[in-house]
T-cell receptor
Protein backbone atom coordinates (compact mmCIF):
# COMPACT_ATOMS: atom_id res chain seq x y z
CA UNK A 1 0.00 0.00 0.00
CA UNK A 2 1.59 3.23 -1.17
CA UNK A 3 -0.81 5.61 0.65
CA UNK A 4 0.37 9.22 0.22
CA UNK A 5 3.56 9.69 -1.79
CA UNK A 6 5.54 12.94 -1.83
CA UNK A 7 8.47 13.88 -4.01
CA UNK A 8 11.15 15.06 -3.65
CA UNK A 9 12.24 14.18 -0.11
CA UNK A 10 14.83 16.96 0.05
CA UNK A 11 15.47 20.08 -1.98
CA UNK A 12 17.65 23.16 -1.78
CA UNK A 13 16.48 26.23 -3.68
CA UNK A 14 18.07 29.58 -4.30
CA UNK A 15 16.08 32.72 -3.50
CA UNK A 16 13.76 33.52 -6.40
CA UNK A 17 13.69 30.03 -7.87
CA UNK A 18 10.45 28.11 -8.33
CA UNK A 19 9.56 24.48 -7.83
CA UNK A 20 6.66 22.06 -7.55
CA UNK A 21 6.22 19.62 -4.69
CA UNK A 22 4.42 16.54 -5.89
CA UNK A 23 1.78 14.63 -3.91
CA UNK A 24 -0.14 11.53 -4.99
CA UNK A 25 -2.53 9.32 -3.04
CA UNK A 26 -3.96 5.97 -4.04
CA UNK A 27 -6.72 5.68 -1.43
CA UNK A 28 -9.40 7.44 -3.52
CA UNK A 29 -9.68 10.14 -0.85
CA UNK A 30 -11.70 13.22 -1.66
CA UNK A 31 -9.87 15.59 0.68
CA UNK A 32 -6.24 16.55 0.34
CA UNK A 33 -4.14 19.01 2.31
CA UNK A 34 -0.79 20.75 2.27
CA UNK A 35 0.83 21.67 5.58
CA UNK A 36 4.13 23.19 6.58
CA UNK A 37 5.87 22.35 9.82
CA UNK A 38 8.39 24.74 11.35
CA UNK A 39 10.49 23.97 14.46
CA UNK A 40 8.59 24.61 17.69
CA UNK A 41 5.32 25.31 15.91
CA UNK A 42 2.24 23.34 15.01
CA UNK A 43 1.42 22.24 11.51
CA UNK A 44 0.01 25.12 9.47
CA UNK A 45 -2.49 24.51 6.66
CA UNK A 46 -1.41 26.05 3.36
CA UNK A 47 -4.11 24.88 0.95
CA UNK A 48 -6.68 22.13 0.83
CA UNK A 49 -8.95 20.51 -1.71
CA UNK A 50 -12.34 18.84 -1.30
CA UNK A 51 -12.24 17.14 -4.69
CA UNK A 52 -10.92 17.36 -8.23
CA UNK A 53 -11.16 20.92 -9.54
CA UNK A 54 -11.84 22.47 -6.11
CA UNK A 55 -9.18 24.10 -3.96
CA UNK A 56 -9.23 26.62 -1.13
CA UNK A 57 -6.78 28.62 0.95
CA UNK A 58 -5.75 27.60 4.41
CA UNK A 59 -4.09 29.64 7.12
CA UNK A 60 -0.80 30.46 5.31
CA UNK A 61 -1.34 30.45 1.50
CA UNK A 62 0.85 33.41 0.50
CA UNK A 63 3.67 32.45 -1.84
CA UNK A 64 2.07 29.14 -2.84
CA UNK A 65 -0.33 27.81 -5.43
CA UNK A 66 -2.08 24.48 -5.92
CA UNK A 67 -4.14 22.62 -8.47
CA UNK A 68 -6.25 19.45 -8.32
CA UNK A 69 -6.87 18.11 -11.80
CA UNK A 70 -7.40 14.51 -10.62
CA UNK A 71 -8.51 12.82 -7.41
CA UNK A 72 -5.03 11.35 -6.96
CA UNK A 73 -2.74 14.36 -7.45
CA UNK A 74 -2.37 17.60 -5.51
CA UNK A 75 0.85 19.45 -6.41
CA UNK A 76 2.06 22.50 -4.48
CA UNK A 77 3.82 25.23 -6.44
CA UNK A 78 6.29 27.65 -4.90
CA UNK A 79 6.87 30.77 -6.97
CA UNK A 80 9.84 33.06 -6.24
CA UNK A 81 11.15 31.09 -3.26
CA UNK A 82 12.04 33.06 -0.12
CA UNK A 83 14.05 32.04 2.98
CA UNK A 84 10.78 32.19 4.99
CA UNK A 85 9.62 29.16 2.98
CA UNK A 86 12.35 26.99 4.45
CA UNK A 87 10.31 24.30 6.17
CA UNK A 88 9.15 20.69 6.10
CA UNK A 89 6.10 20.27 3.88
CA UNK A 90 3.58 17.50 4.41
CA UNK A 91 0.79 16.42 2.13
CA UNK A 92 -2.16 14.58 3.69
CA UNK A 93 -5.43 13.07 2.56
CA UNK A 94 -8.69 11.93 4.14
CA UNK A 95 -11.93 10.41 2.90
CA UNK A 96 -14.02 13.00 4.71
CA UNK A 97 -13.08 15.98 6.84
CA UNK A 98 -15.07 15.46 10.00
CA UNK A 99 -13.79 12.76 12.30
CA UNK A 100 -11.79 11.22 9.52
CA UNK A 101 -8.15 10.27 9.86
CA UNK A 102 -5.68 12.28 7.84
CA UNK A 103 -2.93 10.16 6.29
CA UNK A 104 0.37 11.91 5.76
CA UNK A 105 3.12 11.59 3.21
CA UNK A 106 6.75 11.30 4.34
CA UNK A 107 7.36 15.02 3.84
CA UNK A 108 9.62 17.25 1.77
CA UNK A 109 12.43 19.11 3.52
CA UNK A 110 13.00 22.37 1.69
CA UNK A 111 15.77 24.88 2.28
CA UNK A 112 15.80 28.25 0.54
CA UNK A 113 19.22 29.89 0.61
CA UNK B 1 -8.36 33.26 18.22
CA UNK B 2 -7.78 29.57 17.90
CA UNK B 3 -5.13 28.00 20.07
CA UNK B 4 -3.79 24.66 21.23
CA UNK B 5 -1.53 24.38 24.27
CA UNK B 6 0.54 21.36 25.23
CA UNK B 7 3.84 20.97 27.11
CA UNK B 8 6.97 21.28 25.01
CA UNK B 9 8.81 18.31 26.47
CA UNK B 10 8.30 15.50 28.99
CA UNK B 11 10.59 12.79 30.32
CA UNK B 12 9.49 9.39 31.60
CA UNK B 13 11.00 6.03 32.47
CA UNK B 14 10.64 2.83 30.50
CA UNK B 15 7.74 0.77 31.87
CA UNK B 16 6.08 3.75 33.55
CA UNK B 17 2.92 5.72 32.73
CA UNK B 18 2.85 9.25 31.32
CA UNK B 19 0.00 11.68 30.73
CA UNK B 20 0.29 14.40 28.09
CA UNK B 21 -2.19 17.24 28.50
CA UNK B 22 -3.71 19.46 25.85
CA UNK B 23 -6.02 22.47 26.14
CA UNK B 24 -7.76 23.96 23.15
CA UNK B 25 -9.74 27.01 22.06
CA UNK B 26 -11.39 26.79 18.66
CA UNK B 27 -14.21 28.38 16.72
CA UNK B 28 -16.62 25.50 16.98
CA UNK B 29 -15.50 21.97 17.74
CA UNK B 30 -15.68 18.77 15.74
CA UNK B 31 -13.37 16.51 17.64
CA UNK B 32 -9.88 16.14 19.11
CA UNK B 33 -7.09 14.13 17.48
CA UNK B 34 -3.78 12.81 18.77
CA UNK B 35 -0.97 11.97 16.38
CA UNK B 36 2.48 10.48 16.98
CA UNK B 37 5.48 11.81 15.08
CA UNK B 38 8.91 10.20 15.28
CA UNK B 39 11.84 12.47 14.48
CA UNK B 40 12.17 13.06 10.75
CA UNK B 41 8.97 11.18 9.95
CA UNK B 42 5.33 11.93 9.16
CA UNK B 43 2.61 12.20 11.80
CA UNK B 44 0.57 9.04 12.27
CA UNK B 45 -2.91 8.84 13.78
CA UNK B 46 -3.31 7.62 17.36
CA UNK B 47 -6.79 8.55 18.56
CA UNK B 48 -9.93 10.60 18.03
CA UNK B 49 -12.43 11.87 20.63
CA UNK B 50 -15.61 13.78 19.87
CA UNK B 51 -17.66 12.91 22.97
CA UNK B 52 -16.65 13.40 26.60
CA UNK B 53 -14.89 10.47 28.18
CA UNK B 54 -12.09 8.01 27.79
CA UNK B 55 -11.20 6.07 24.65
CA UNK B 56 -8.87 3.13 25.24
CA UNK B 57 -6.76 1.52 22.56
CA UNK B 58 -4.18 -0.92 23.86
CA UNK B 59 -1.44 0.88 25.79
CA UNK B 60 -2.77 4.27 24.69
CA UNK B 61 -5.88 6.04 26.01
CA UNK B 62 -7.27 9.48 25.25
CA UNK B 63 -9.67 11.56 27.32
CA UNK B 64 -11.83 14.53 26.38
CA UNK B 65 -13.74 17.13 28.37
CA UNK B 66 -15.56 19.46 25.97
CA UNK B 67 -16.79 21.77 28.73
CA UNK B 68 -13.21 22.35 29.91
CA UNK B 69 -11.59 22.42 26.46
CA UNK B 70 -9.21 19.74 27.70
CA UNK B 71 -7.81 16.43 26.54
CA UNK B 72 -5.05 14.11 27.61
CA UNK B 73 -3.19 11.20 26.09
CA UNK B 74 -2.21 8.44 28.52
CA UNK B 75 0.60 6.08 27.60
CA UNK B 76 1.07 2.97 29.74
CA UNK B 77 3.94 0.48 29.96
CA UNK B 78 6.24 2.87 28.18
CA UNK B 79 8.67 1.42 25.67
CA UNK B 80 11.75 3.03 24.17
CA UNK B 81 9.99 3.13 20.79
CA UNK B 82 7.42 5.52 22.33
CA UNK B 83 10.07 8.25 22.25
CA UNK B 84 8.48 10.69 19.80
CA UNK B 85 6.54 13.91 19.58
CA UNK B 86 2.82 13.75 20.33
CA UNK B 87 0.65 16.23 18.47
CA UNK B 88 -2.73 17.40 19.72
CA UNK B 89 -5.12 18.79 17.10
CA UNK B 90 -8.66 20.14 17.42
CA UNK B 91 -11.07 20.27 14.50
CA UNK B 92 -12.90 23.58 14.20
CA UNK B 93 -16.33 24.41 12.78
CA UNK B 94 -14.88 24.45 9.23
CA UNK B 95 -13.54 20.92 9.73
CA UNK B 96 -9.98 22.19 9.68
CA UNK B 97 -7.42 20.87 12.15
CA UNK B 98 -5.75 23.35 14.48
CA UNK B 99 -2.47 21.83 15.62
CA UNK B 100 -0.47 22.18 18.79
CA UNK B 101 3.32 22.48 18.57
CA UNK B 102 3.71 18.96 19.92
CA UNK B 103 5.09 17.40 23.10
CA UNK B 104 8.47 15.74 22.77
CA UNK B 105 8.47 12.63 24.96
CA UNK B 106 11.84 11.32 26.07
CA UNK B 107 11.93 7.78 27.47
CA UNK B 108 14.82 6.85 29.74
CA UNK B 109 15.80 3.25 30.50
Amino acid sequence: NAGVTQTPKFRILKIGQSMTLQCTQDMNHNYMYWYRQDPGMGLKLIYYSVGAGITDKGEVPNGYNVSRSTTEDFPLRLELAAPSQTSVYFCASSYEPGGNIQYFGAGTRLSVL
Amino acid sequence: GQNIDQPTEMTATEGAIVQINCTYQTSGFNGLFWYQQHAGEAPTFLSYNVLDGLEEKGRFSSFLSRSKGYSYLLLKELQMKDSASYLCAAMDSNYQLIWGAGTKLIIKP
